[in-house]
Every structure is written in C-alpha cells, then in structure tokens.
C-alpha cells in the first residue's frame, strides 16, 4: 500500500488514469537516476517510455539542475509581453540551429498541446493575412494523437479524446498506416503503403484545396501504438501539400530530440514541413517548454502583411520562461556533448541492438507484430475473444511488477527508452516482455 495518508481521498484527480482502479494498487514513484526510478519500497524499476516519451537525457541530470537553480537566482521571470530577456533570444536562436534548414523562427508556449494549438493558428492566421480566411480546414489522421487542448481535440484521430468535448475545428481524417497484412514484423520503416498517402489527394479534391489550411501528422504516430510511416509516405504528403498550396505541420512532440537518431524526424526522413512542434525532450522534461518551428516564409508573411501593432493575438503567461529556457539550453549541452541525437540511429549499435532485441519476441505465438524505428518500437498482441485493446494495460501492471515500467495502448506494449539505455538494460526489458507476455493470457 502507498505510504501517502488517506490515498482513497486524495485531492489529486489524475489525468488519462483509471483513478478508482489505481487507488486500489497505486505506483508511486519516488526517486529517479539515469534509466532506474526507485518506488516508495525501495524497489528500482527500469523506465521503459522516458517518463512519457521525454526523459531522453535520462533522470536525475546535474548539469540541468545546475542551469535551472542558477537562472532562478540571477532571473526567475520576466514577461515576453511586450519585454524579452537575453537567454529567451540566445536560446531561441540555438534552438533554429537544430531545425530543417529554413525553418529559422521558434514560437515558445509550456506543452505539446500548447505547441499544436500555437501551429494550428499560425496556419490559420498565415492564410488570413493573405486575404485567404476561407482556409480554415485542417487533414490530420486516424489515431494521431495532437494533444488535448480544443485545438488539438478537434484534429485528434483517437476517439476517446474527444467524444465527450467534440471536434470545434473543421477537420477530416486520413487513414492510419498501421498494415499488418502486408507490414507485419518490419525492420525500421515498412516497406508497403506509400500509395496511402493518395487518399490526402482525394480529401483535398473533395473539400477544396481553396478551404484547407494544413495537414497535421505525427511522423511517427506515438499514443496511437507506435505507428511507422512506409518508405515514401511523409515524401509523397510534402509532394501533395505543395502541389495544392496546402501547409504540413508535423507534430514532433514524440520523435524530436534524437528519438529517431536525428534532431527531428523530418531530419532523419529528409522531408521539411512547413511547421514542427516540439515539446518533451526539448528540456529533457525537467521543467515544461514547448516550441514551434516555423519555416521562413510564414514567419515574414504574417510579419509583412499583418495590420501595424500586435502581428498574432496569441501567447502564453510563461511562453519562453527563462528558467525553462535554462533548462532547455542545459539539455541541448547534454545532447551535443554525449552524442545522444544520433545515439538511436536505427542502423547504429545501439539501435540495431534495440531493434534485434525486440524482434526476438516475434518467437512467441501471441506476438502478431514487432515495429520499430530508432528507440521507439512496440509489440503487438493477439486481441483476446470480446475484449479488443484489454491486453495493454494489463502488460503495464506486470512489467511494473517485474521492474520495468512499459505503455500499453491498446492491445500494444510500448517502449521508448532513454536515450541513454545500455544493452544490458534493453535486455533486461525484452526478458520481462518475454515472461510476461504469456501470463497475460492465462485468465
């Protein structure tokens, strides 16, 4: 039992968490170092996800910790309303080093739902400027996950995160690439399924490319149940959008700061977007900071031809905090100095090991696919009978029980390590799953 007093009657209203179910048998996390996190019995459990897709640089960093304390002392805050502060700027302009070239002009908000919602009306207010309002339509996909704010609700491909608020965007939805028939067990990215990239094509003769804004896609579709994009496919989207004069947002919550084995996807798949949202790993999830990459041209239409005065009626209280921006700046010394944005390349040491690793698990019956890409990779299970997508969080429960802390989403288990993770460590996950995996079934 948790030692917290009277955990029945916590104040505390946890978020995307069967709350009643979790009080009966909570986890509770508290100490972390490196890859390891320490429970309240003292018990040291592997972190499989980073935290939730973010801790790239690994917990418990000092030189972060170091930055963070030291702006609090000198700067603790300082408005972005009309004043700014040098490490916004400085940081700002180390951050566009990383982008896609021509993507030069960083919009700061405080989480990944900030960061879509902040590109979504960047879109918008590109086409307005130009006398173009009637753009108001966005194309995002089945089972892409954009965040839980309006914006970001309304764009989602994930049913259960917005049946309850609605969808107050004028949105349609492309199909998932999830394939099994002709995908099942690839290495890296599937090799079938570029031709899906066609139904973009018929969505925007049907709507009219003169109504539509932008497509919103994860490269890598991550809350969804790690889903690759085929060989050709994001290539083919950029192709399209270009042709009708449509804008690509990729959402890089998830793949950015080396979870592909580039600084971006977009990188590491050789197609630039228009806008990229980034959150997460950009501080190494110590303190919340989001930003938006926005490719040059945007930037200086909405700068031209906005109206004199405010250019975009739109911020955040601690759009680029400078103690987030310290910790940020500390982050990026972390990834340049280990070598951690190119530590995953798929064909690398570490990612080769991770991927044949994972792959062994396709030696059990109840496995139907193995995927992966970088360090992000799942393994899918045979639905059982009448209970679809029941099987991810019961994995959860008994990968914590072993020591090791996975996602289940669905009837996917779903892995993104620290980018610090050793061979050992990803033995140790893979040995888990194996024991696991047929235990899941037995009642």
Not at 24 to 29: G, L, W
Request: with cysteine; hydrophobic share 40%; charged share 20%.
């Amino acid at each position: 039992m948790s030692s917290i007093q009277n955990i029945q009657d916590t104040p505390f209203w946890m978020p995307f968490t069967p709350n009643r179910a979790f009080k009966q048998h909570p986890r509770i996390v508290n100490a972390a170092k490196g890859c390891w996190l320490t429970t309240e019995d003292d018990q040291q459990v592997l972190d499989a996800t980073a935290g939730l897709w973010c801790v790239n640089a690994g917990h418990g960093r000092q030189e972060i910790a170091d930055a963070v304390h030291q702006q609090i002392m000198n700067l603790d805050f300082s408005s972005t309303f009309n004043f700014g502060h040098d490490i916004g700027f400085a940081y700002a302009e180390r951050l566009a080093t990383f982008a896609p070239d021509g993507m030069d002009h960083i919009f700061f908000g405080n989480s990944g739902s900030e960061a879509v919602d902040t590109a979504l009306k960047i879109a918008m207010q590109y086409w307005q400027v130009q006398g173009k309002g009637e753009k108001k339509r966005f194309i995002s996909r089945q089972k892409g996950y954009h965040g839980v704010n309006f914006g970001g609700v309304s764009v989602a491909g994930i049913t259960n995160n917005f049946k309850n608020f609605g969808q107050w965007l004028m949105v349609d939805h492309m199909r998932h690439t999830l394939d099994l028939e002709r995908n099942s067990f690839s290495r890296g990215l599937p090799a079938e399924g570029a031709d899906m990239a066609e139904e973009l094509a018929e969505l925007i003769a049907f709507h009219g490319a003169d109504t539509i804004a932008a497509v919103i896609v994860e490269p890598i579709a991550g809350a969804g149940g790690v889903i690759l994009p085929p060989e050709g496919y994001l290539q083919r989207l950029r192709e399209i959008c270009t042709e009708h004069d449509v804008l690509l947002i990729f959402d890089e919550v998830i793949t950015g700061w080396g979870r592909t084995g580039s600084a971006f996807a977009a990188i590491e798949f050789g197609v630039t977007p228009d806008l990229i949202t980034s959150a997460k790993g950009i501080t190494n999830a110590t303190i919340p900071l989001s930003a938006v990459f926005v490719s040059n041209p945007i930037f200086e239409t909405c700068m031209e031809m906005a109206p004199d005065g405010v250019e975009f009626f739109h911020g955040y209280t601690y759009s680029c905090h400078p103690v987030a921006c310290a910790a940020g700046m500390a982050a990026l010394d972390i990834y340049e100095e280990e070598g951690l944005l190119t530590r995953a390349k798929t064909d690398g040491p570490l990612g080769s090991y991770f991927e044949n690793a994972l792959h062994s698990l396709a030696n059990l019956p109840q496995v139907i696919d193995v995927r992966n890409y970088g360090l992000v990779g799942a393994v899918e299970l045979k639905p059982v009978d009448g209970k679809p997508g029941s099987l991810g969080p019961k994995a959860l429960t008994q990968a914590w029980e072993k020591g090791v802390m996975i996602r289940g989403i669905g009837d996917a288990i779903c892995m993104s390590p620290p980018l610090i993770i050793n061979e050992q460590e990803i033995d140790k996950i893979v040995q888990t799953l194996q024991e696991i995996i047929p235990a899941l079934y037995a009642d």
